[in-house]
């Protein structure tokens, strides 16, 4: 791994390992089991449709419309279909709020497990081991990480997505953006405020909040 | 099982080190997408589900497991599934020579303007059951200590553990049956423990917060030691 990148949990695949996905895809194209264009369309739809976008609109909306987020925290899996969201690892959706005392973060100690329909595919951190192991053990910690710090009295609750229940964090909006439209607040929505590891500030606000790759 | 992959409170792993999200892809090479597509096109063809899927990457060796990539563990799952359901022979994947077609096995593959609609549809694992949910939100329930043979989706981390059942979430394919092949129905509870519940430390800042876990109905038993079915 090059010195440019931060290390993480993705080592560069031994030669072989991208000849035998290759020789492994021509074989099963030619016993007829798949074809190129259906795993061409599968990485297009999560590489460029399916991603955060969509859940910084949900999130947007649920700022703006009191009855929206009245039901998207009843029946989230509803709420989010009404917008379009559907599918494939989103099938049985729950949101949980983050208020001035509770804080939510979301985990796969398992697995990889999450709301591909409003989030994507998720990130190399939120499936590697060390975020895995800790967010269950450690949140405050993890939440360092990311440069997030709680009030001390914040109260933290972790979501482990042990079966096929999917969980979306509402953060919360934050102040000076009253009367905003809702494609502006689209816009502040991180992908990683949806899963808890950071809190949404104002650009300029706050210098931790998007890092640079060091 | 006990596996590699059941990380939660695992120590000395080191820093999570993320990227930063502006600048993260959504893959890092060709061959990760590659092998995404694939596990995610075989799978459409209905001879395992979900739960076979991931219960074939975490039967690996423990050491593989925590060594390999995200993406390497999807393709030792691929490749022992596709050998395990007979889909491809060893011999096919040592000569990388076609031996027999998919329509042989009655299989087709599947096409590419089925997929948007594939993946918008998903695949509901909520189910109907006659059988009443034993427990109601409120109660305490402790997390049933013996490790069963097989997939499961407890975390070692609450063996043991009791906590309070906050949601009934209907009944679902019971997961650890299904990784079997068996479809069947068990009620599922969003349920939450103490942070000191679990892990036992001393009360402050850093050790007081709530995990919420879902778990199935086998998965649980009473309060005071009446074993539920």
Request: with cysteine; glycine share 10%; aromatic share 8%.
């Amino acid at each position: 791994m090059s010195d440019d990148h931060h290390s993480h949990d993705h080592t560069e695949p031994p030669d072989s390992l991208t000849l035998k996905v290759k020789a492994l895809e021509s074989l099963l194209v030619e016993k007829g089991l798949v074809s190129e264009q259906t795993l061409d369309a599968l990485i297009e739809t999560y590489e460029h449709k399916v991603g955060p976008r969509n859940g910084a609109q949900v999130v947007a909306k649920a700022w703006t419309d009191p009855e929206f987020k009245a039901w998207l925290l009843k029946d989230a899996t509803g709420a989010i279909a009404s917008l379009g969201f559907t599918g494939r690892q989103g099938e049985h959706m729950q949101v949980v709020e983050n208020t001035d005392t509770v804080h939510n973060l979301v985990v796969c100690t398992l697995c990889s497990c999450y709301p591909w329909p409003v989030l994507g595919l998720p990130p190399v951190w939120y499936k590697s081991a060390p975020y895995r192991a800790r967010a269950v053990r450690d949140p405050r910690g993890v939440l360092a990480e990311f440069g997030t710090q709680l009030e001390p009295h914040v109260h933290i609750e972790v979501w482990d997505s042990t079966a096929e229940m999917r969980y979306l964090v509402l953060p919360q909006r934050p102040m000076g953006t009253e009367g905003w439209p809702e494609g502006k607040l689209a816009d502040l929505v991180t992908r990683n405020s949806m899963i808890g590891v950071e809190k949404i500030s104002l650009p300029g606000d706050d210098p931790s909040g998007d890092r640079e790759v060091l | 099982m006990h596996g590699s992959h059941d990380l939660g409170g695992l120590e000395g792993l080191g820093p999570i080190s993320p990227e930063a999200e502006s600048c993260e892809p959504v893959f890092h090479a060709d061959w990760e997408k590659r092998i995404f597509a694939l596990t995610l096109a075989v799978g459409f063809l209905g001879q395992w589900n979900l739960d076979e899927s991931r219960h074939a990457r975490e039967r690996q060796r423990p050491d593989d497991y925590l060594r390999h990539s995200y993406y390497e563990n999807w393709w030792v799952g691929l490749k022992t599934l596709l050998l395990e359901k007979g889909l491809v022979s060893e011999e096919e994947f040592d000569s990388s020579e076609p031996q027999f077609q998919a329509s042989s096995l009655g299989l087709s593959a599947l096409q590419a303007e089925d997929i948007a609609g594939i993946l918008l549809k998903g695949s509901s694992v909520e189910m109907q059951t006659e059988k009443a949910p034993g427990f109601r939100v409120g109660d305490q329930v402790k997390v049933r200590q013996e490790i069963t043979a097989g997939h499961t989706r407890i975390p070692s981390y609450v063996r043991g553990r009791i906590g309070i059942i906050e949601r009934h979430h209907g009944a679902h394919v019971f997961a650890d049956r299904n990784a079997l092949g068996r479809r069947e129905a068990e009620h599922l509870y969003g349920i939450r423990f103490s942070s000191r519940e679990i892990w036992r430390e001393e009360p402050g800042e850093n050790t007081d917060f709530g995990v919420r876990v879902d778990l199935w109905e086998p998965h649980l038993e009473e309060v005071g030691g009446v074993a539920r079915k």
